[in-house]
């Protein structure tokens, strides 16, 4: 089993920055997959990023291309979100999630969730 715990969020104004990081517990965290995923109330979890095992490959929604990067430091057991340039509509509520093999964007496909932390873009 892996526990997630995600952190840095807050409330920001449009142009600002933020690093999420999400730190995981067990000695398996180079076996999986790690997605960041969003949500707000009312709708469905949406996929931002998203990570490979050795970090070599990345995934992105294409709402944050360019904006956000996501690295991971497998030593540290820790995956991060850059998020430059942040709109409004990047508000929502941030989780990380991990599986096993490769790139999937629908959530039912991640195995553990973190609790989330919350981030505001004000305008």
């Known amino acids: 089993q892996v526990q997630l715990v995600e952190s840095g969020g807050g409330l920001v104004q449009a142009g600002g920055s933020l690093r999420l990081s999400c730190a995981a517990s067990g000695r398996t965290f180079s076996s999986y997959y790690l997605g960041w995923f969003r949500q707000v109330p009312g709708k469905e979890r949406e996929f931002v990023a998203g990570?490979?095992?050795?970090?070599?490959?990345?995934d992105y929604a294409d709402s944050v291309k360019g904006r956000f990067t996501i690295s991971r430091d497998n030593a540290k057991n820790t995956v991060y979100l850059q998020m430059n340039s942040l709109k409004p509509e990047d508000t929502a509520v941030y989780y990380c999630?991990?599986?096993?093999?490769?790139?999937?964007?629908?959530?039912?496909?991640?195995?553990?969730w973190g609790q989330g932390t919350q981030v505001t873009v004000s305008s």
């Open positions: 999630a991990v599986r096993r093999g490769s790139y999937r964007s629908k959530p039912d496909h991640y195995d553990y």
């Open positions: 990570i490979s095992r050795s970090g070599g490959s990345t």
